[in-house]
């Protein structure tokens, strides 16, 4: 192993037994059991926030067979769950993990729901691929109980101020104002909440820079706090909970197919926990694997001093995306085509086929999603194009005009006829759910309606991501192994500082948050001697 540093502190400013690095649904999770089983704990965070991504997420946990849905009748099975993900995942998936997320899934669900204030609910939707073997029409997605989770945690932020650092979401959704305690914060909350009833200690502002080896064991953390060196000496272990790296443009230049990948999680999340295992030797993993998102730019909109990116809604009735030829190149009710339209590339003329995408909408769809409305409180609505035709549009976009006027045409006729047979929108039952959230009424596919009613309006798409998928390599134990196959002893991975090889390069809603939590329950089990 490397360690750019062998010199130990003569002074230490923490000694404990486990620390979580990274407030995610890993890092509190472990240190809430850790904390159960006896062992001091602390939990350091970069931001001056709570919650990292997830914080900004849809809350949503993917737990097969979890006892809610078997409570309602539902059956599942842990060999049904294994058999979709084997056949999802591209072969790239760990059968170790798998089999290791699925064992303890439905017991840390359990364990915290009845030990801290987090209580789920099954949300209604289903697999990605529910129709593919093994998949699932509805129960292994669990959300926040609202209705229990949201009053718990207004009454306790008048005992725990430090609740108000659960990260707030930047964004303006459109379909009205989301309570503080929805969704993502949902999740973390609760957590949150239970490490401060503890007495757990929450350093903010506290960012890790390098793991501390000795004899081959990592020994203790090297953090920033306060401009200075922070010495914290483990006991048991570091537990690296950080995240993925898609605010690191370096690394995303170096892993991913893309230069300039737009970050849709907080710009904290730039592969600290990555850095500091590779620099101990630390294998990697599925550096290629992110979740890709569309999103659109308001010049001079800054969060952090770096970008705002902002999401779209896409892949309902009145609305298509095209490429730079005007002509539609994916699935739009399906998010993971869209980022595969992004990156489909010409090897003949060495160049991506597609890129700039283009959102194009009609009125009614502009106004029922809010896109219009939002343009005009942005910094600079100049990023929404209003054009009284489509070839007017086209001019404003830079399109072939012809090219745009048959596309539409194409696309419309499909709607008429209930049916895309260029990118088979809508027909996957996930597909059809999630068009029913805005469309409930509309048969038989909620994802298709027309592009036809003026003023037509466009924007400029660009990738961006909610979370890169790639990481440190674990094992059952969620111990980080090196390049040799061996585990480092002392160090723990989960998050997104870790792949997903629990699932391969697939993903499906809430299969990094529940990962997260699993992982991050299973490394203090271990720390704390269980097996």
């Not at 073997?133 to 997605?141: D, N, Y």
């Amino acid at each position: 192993m490397v360690n750019k540093m062998t010199k130990i502190p003569e002074h230490w400013d923490l000694e404990v037994d486990l620390v979580s690095v990274g407030s995610s649904m890993g890092g509190f999770t472990g240190a809430i059991l850790a904390h159960d089983l006896g062992m001091s704990t602390v939990l350091v965070e970069k931001s001056g926030f709570l919650g990292g991504g997830t914080a900004l997420s849809g809350g949503v946990l993917w737990v097969p067979y979890n006892h809610h849905m078997l409570e309602e009748g539902l059956d599942d099975s842990k060999e049904e769950a294994l058999t979709h993900i084997r056949r999802i995942g591209l072969g790239r998936h760990d059968e170790e993990q798998a089999k290791t997320y699925l064992d303890f899934g439905p017991e840390v669900i359990r364990y915290l729901e009845e030990h801290t204030a987090f209580r789920v609910t099954m949300e209604n939707s289903c697999d990605y691929y529910a129709e593919l073997p093994g998949g699932k029409a509805r129960g292994r997605q669990l959300v926040p109980d609202s209705d229990r989770v949201i009053p718990v945690l207004e009454e306790a932020e008048n005992n725990y101020p430090m609740l108000s650092k659960v990260r707030p979401d930047p964004v303006p959704f459109f379909f009205g104002a989301r309570d503080f305690w929805a969704d993502g914060r949902g999740l973390i909350g609760p957590l949150a909440l239970a490490c401060l009833q503890r007495g757990i200690n929450i350093l903010l502002d506290t960012r890790a820079r390098q793991l501390l080896v000795r004899d081959g064991r990592v020994i203790g953390l090297r953090a920033e706090r306060d401009g200075r060196d922070f010495f914290i000496r483990v006991r048991r272990g570091v537990l690296l909970a950080t995240g993925g790296y898609e605010g690191n443009n370096e690394m995303n230049r170096r892993f991913m197919n893309c230069t300039g990948l737009a970050s849709l999680t907080p710009y904290s999340n730039e592969g600290d926990g990555h850095i500091m295992g590779m620099e101990v030797g630390a294998a990697v993993a599925l550096m290629d694997h992110s979740i890709y998102q569309p999103t659109i730019h308001s010049e001079g909109e800054e969060i952090d001093g770096r970008p705002f990116n902002r999401p779209i809604s896409y892949g309902y009735p009145g609305n298509i995306i095209v490429n730079r030829h005007g002509q539609r190149c994916c699935n739009e009710s399906f998010y993971p085509d869209i980022g595969r339209a992004f990156f489909a590339y010409e090897k003949v003329t060495a160049e991506l086929t597609n890129p700039p995408l283009y959102w194009i909408a009609d009125r009614p769809c502009t106004s029922k999603l809010g896109i219009s409305a939002m343009a005009r409180f942005t910094k600079s609505p100049d990023w929404l194009k209003k054009a009284d035709s489509l070839p007017e549009l086209a001019g404003k976009l830079g399109l072939p005009a012809e090219a745009l006027v048959e596309t539409v045409g194409r696309f419309n006729r499909f709607c008429v006829e209930g049916n895309d047979p260029d990118f088979h929108r809508g027909e996957g039952r996930y597909q059809r759910l999630w068009g029913k959230k805005i469309y409930p009424d509309k048969e038989p596919n909620p994802t298709l309606g027309p592009v036809e009613t003026p003023p037509f309006y466009g924007a400029v798409l660009y990738v961006g991501s909610v979370g890169n998928l790639g990481g440190l390599v674990v094992n059952g134990n969620a111990g980080v192994i090196d390049v040799q196959g061996e585990v480092i002893p002392g160090l723990y991975g989960t998050s997104n500082t870790t792949a997903l090889l629990s699932h391969g390069f697939a993903y499906t809603s809430g299969a990094c948050q529940a990962k997260s939590m699993i992982f991050g329950y299973i490394a203090a089990r271990h720390a704390a001697g269980q097996k």
